[in-house]
Every structure is written in C-alpha cells, then in structure tokens.
C-alpha cells in the first residue's frame, strides 16, 4: 500500500523560508513523476514543482527562483524548499506520486501539509 506522509508546514512570515517533506513508502513500481501541488481555500489544486523519472524538474511559473524540488532516494523522500514566501503561497501542500499504466496515469496523494504565509 502506497503511503505518502508530508510535514514542515507552518506558519511564516512573508520572505522566510520552509522546507517541506515527502516520505514515501510501500513503492514496489517505479515511478514515472512525482512532485507537489497546492490548493488554496476555493480554488484547484495546482501543480507546483516536479521531477521526472530523468531528474528533469519542471516548476509552476508562480514559483520559479523560489522554490527547489529534490529527492533522496536512499530515503525514498522528495523535497520542497521554498524561500522568498509570499502570501499568496498560503495553501495545502500534497506530494503526489504517478505512475503511467498503460498510458493512463495513476495518482497516489499524501494527506496535505498547511503552509500559511502571514503578511
């Protein structure tokens, strides 16, 4: 079973720095993407950052020089580092995980972190 736990949500002040965590257990395939998304209050959920299975990471254009994905797969563990916080960063951070079967993808979510940024 597929599990996804995320932490180092918090509150912070406009222009600090959080770093989120990704921990990944119970992958017995191999994956094709996997990143994180955000959904604010009444709005989707969007992607914010990802890495291939080449390593190639691609950002939301909201994000770029911001923020930094990253994995350790000794930890089987993905990172967000996110400087220069605005509050429109405020929302609930999911890793996610995707898999391609068959041409179809396959999502696997985390529970969600809260990152608030107070103006």
């Known amino acids: 079973q597929v599990q996804l736990v995320e932490s180092g949500g918090g509150l912070v002040q406009a222009g600090g720095s959080l770093r989120l965590s990704c921990a990944a257990s119970?992958?017995?395939?191999?994956?094709?993407?996997i990143g994180w998304y955000r959904q604010a209050p009444g709005k989707q959920r969007d992607v914010v950052a990802t890495?291939?299975?080449?390593?190639?990471?691609n950002y939301a254009d909201s994000v770029k020089g911001r923020f930094t994905i990253s994995e350790d797969n000794a930890r089987n563990t993905v990172y967000l580092q996110m400087n220069s916080l605005k509050p429109e960063d405020t929302a609930v951070y999911y890793c996610n995980v995707r898999r391609m079967r068959w041409g179809i993808p396959v999502d696997y979510w985390g529970q969600g972190t809260q990152v608030t940024v107070s103006s």
């Open positions: 890495i291939n299975s080449g390593g190639i990471t």
């Open positions: 119970g992958i017995t395939f191999s994956i094709d993407v």
